[in-house]
């Protein structure tokens, strides 16, 4: 089992920047594909990015290509998603979950997903 920890999110003006950090304990981050999904307020939880177990392979919602780079750190235990050009509708909680068995065609279903963590709010203001 492991245990997913977001940190990273907060407050920023339409353009700037955030980086999220999902940290990973309990079992090494290089047995899971990791992904992130968002939920703005009373909108379904939507996904994001995915990356496979060493990274060679992402995939991206169309939101956010472009604009957010999701990558890991095997070694940290951590994976990233690096916003740039935020807009007020990338408003919302963002979680990062881990799975050691969805196949990459199911990565985009909230449902694929085993562990979750508990989400950080990333608020842009126009």
């Known amino acids: 089992q492991v245990q997913l920890v977001e940190s990273g999110g907060g407050l920023v003006q339409a353009g700037g920047s955030l980086r999220l950090s999902c940290a990973a304990s309990?079992?090494?981050?290089?047995?899971?594909?990791m992904v992130w999904f968002r939920q703005a307020p009373g909108k379904e939880r939507e996904f994001v990015a995915a990356?496979?177990?060493?990274?060679?392979?992402?995939d991206y919602a169309d939101s956010a290509k472009g604009r957010f780079t999701i990558s890991r750190d095997n070694a940290k235990n951590t994976v990233y998603l690096q916003m740039n050009s935020l807009k007020p509708e990338d408003t919302g909680v963002y979680y990062c979950?881990?799975?050691?068995?969805?196949?990459?065609?199911?990565?985009?279903?909230?449902?694929?997903?085993?562990?979750w963590g508990q989400g950080t709010q990333v608020t842009v203001s126009s």
């Open positions: 979950a881990a799975s050691g068995a969805v196949i990459w065609s199911d990565i985009r279903t909230t449902s694929r997903w085993n562990y």
């Open positions: 309990g079992r090494t981050l290089s047995s899971y594909l």
């Open positions: 990356i496979s177990q060493y990274g060679s392979i992402t």
